[in-house]
């Protein structure tokens, strides 16, 4: 086990006891809990290129542990055959790499990932595209899931850290981050761990402002002007809106950060409970606020990584709609989210060495191509792409029209065919004159579509693979 009371965590014991905010300074408005950091923290704008900094002994002792197993199943066929975090995104990454991405550029280079549901295609992008030099002391770590406790499978978030304790204890961090690797945003960790820090907390969880009408989906917190949290509400029903407004919530973004010895203290204290269901915003977060612990809320707006009047910028795209609207964002002139930020960079697996190439057809009409993010090794006939994510090694025939639209990897796009709103998933071969999400009734004959007219075709439904 850990030493009761490692470097950095102030004497953190496994009672429940009262910590104070010790210094703690604030600023006003709904969500904006400025405690001090304990060092200063550059500008993101001027800072040297975070893969090129030393890491700080803030960043050093902490341990990330990121949690790849769940099934998305809102995602529906999209993730029959991988996880969530496998899902491409943004033409040329997979959902993952933005948490990843966001550890390493935090200088957090010592990361667990946590995987179980359909894994393979997610261990494999790992693998090929985020290795780190281990004699450095630095990795990314994939841990599947190996049946520890009882002979069964995760059963809930806390559960799946729980069953791998000893990846802890091994490592002796000071701190523990545990993140989603379904989530699309850029953050500087950094700053989370030296506000969790000057807090003095046991536990602080990541906050962003959301509608009350999405908030149904996430934790709903409640906190005081110097963000010490006062209540957490799970995926509540009519979610408690934020002071001064009728319509947005403070949600809670599944990030957390722990002192390990808390940590270790809290998952053994809920895996011996039967009424749990070993989650981490279900079960540990209450019951620590109900044992009266320094548990405090971190407004991403604080740590948001992003060029000057970009708001804020975080999705979970776990339905098809959000997976849908978090493309199109990408596609603006000036996007919120903006993958080619050089100072905060977003690494990817070199899917294909082949440059993309678009060919007139015999009568010398050209390809027309706008608002559109293109991936590599792609070859375009003489036709019609709007405001599109066009993945690796797509192929659209001549006569094609493709608008508002996502096409994974190896997606062969016939002549003639039409798209409006589509996703299409991988190696999908579109018969000539296909015509999708035009009318959504007849696609709902044969593909699936969701409540809001978006239009996913697999490989299944075109019956081309068993």
């Not at 053994?268 to 977060?285: E, K, L, P, W």
């Not at 050209?366 to 036709?383: D, H, K, N, Q």
Request: net charge neutral.
């Amino acid at each position: 086990m850990l030493d009761a009371a490692p470097r950095g965590t102030h004497g953190t014991h496994c009672t429940h006891g009262t910590h104070g905010t010790h210094g703690t300074h604030h600023e006003a408005g709904m969500n904006q809990f400025a405690a001090t950091p304990t060092r200063p923290v550059p500008d993101i704008a001027t800072r040297e290129l975070p893969w090129r900094r030393v890491a700080t002994p803030l960043e050093r002792g902490c341990l990330g542990v990121v949690l790849c197993g769940g099934r998305g199943t809102r995602l529906g066929a999209l993730t029959e055959w991988r996880a969530k975090p496998a899902v491409p995104f943004g033409a040329a990454f997979r959902v993952v790499d933005f948490t990843l991405a966001n550890c390493l550029n935090s200088g957090i280079r010592r990361v667990a990932v946590l995987t179980q549901y359909k894994a393979q295609s997610l261990i494999r992008h790992i693998q090929d595209g985020w290795s780190l030099p281990r004699r450095f002391g630095e990795f990314v770590e994939i841990v599947p899931a190996q049946q520890r406790k009882d002979d069964s499978w995760y059963l809930g978030t806390a559960d799946a850290v729980f069953q791998n304790l000893d990846l802890i204890e091994r490592h002796r961090p000071q701190h523990v981050l545990v993140l989603c690797g379904d989530h699309v945003y850029k953050m500087d960790y950094t700053l989370l761990l030296a506000e969790h820090v000057a807090n003095r907390a046991d536990l602080t969880v990541a906050c962003s402002e959301v509608s009350c009408e999405d908030a149904c989906g996430f934790g709903v917190v409640t906190a005081d002007a110097q963000g010490r949290v006062t209540d957490f509400q799970e995926k509540p029903a009519s979610p408690r809106p934020l002071p001064g407004s009728r319509d947005r919530a403070l949600a809670s973004m599944g990030i957390y950060v722990f002192d390990a010895v808390r940590l270790i203290c809290e998952l053994t204290r809920d895996a011996t409970n039967a009424q749990s269901s070993h989650d981490f915003g279900r079960d540990i977060v209450p019951a620590m606020l109900g044992a009266g612990a320094g548990v405090f809320a971190h407004s991403f707006e604080r740590s948001c990584v992003r060029h000057a009047g970009a708001p804020a910028y975080w999705r979970d795209v776990g339905t098809l709609e959000a997976y849908w609207e978090a493309c199109m964002d990408l596609t603006d002139a000036q996007p919120a989210f903006d993958l080619f930020d050089e100072a905060w960079p977003i690494p990817s697996e070199v899917r294909s060495a082949r440059p993309t190439r678009f060919i007139p057809d015999a009568l010398g009409r050209r390809p027309y191509v706008s608002e559109t993010l293109m991936g590599s090794g792609c070859t375009i006939g003489a036709a019609e792409v709007r405001r599109s994510l066009v993945s690796a090694d797509v192929r659209i025939a001549d006569g094609a029209r493709v608008e508002e639209s996502v096409l994974l990897p190896d997606v062969d796009v016939r002549a003639g065919v039409v798209l409006k709103r589509v996703i299409v998933d991988k190696h999908c071969k579109l018969p000539t004159g296909l015509i999708a999400g035009i009318d959504t009734e007849r696609d709902r004959l044969r593909f699936h579509v969701t409540d809001r007219g978006i239009t996913l075709i697999t490989p299944e439904m075109l019956g081309q693979r068993s």
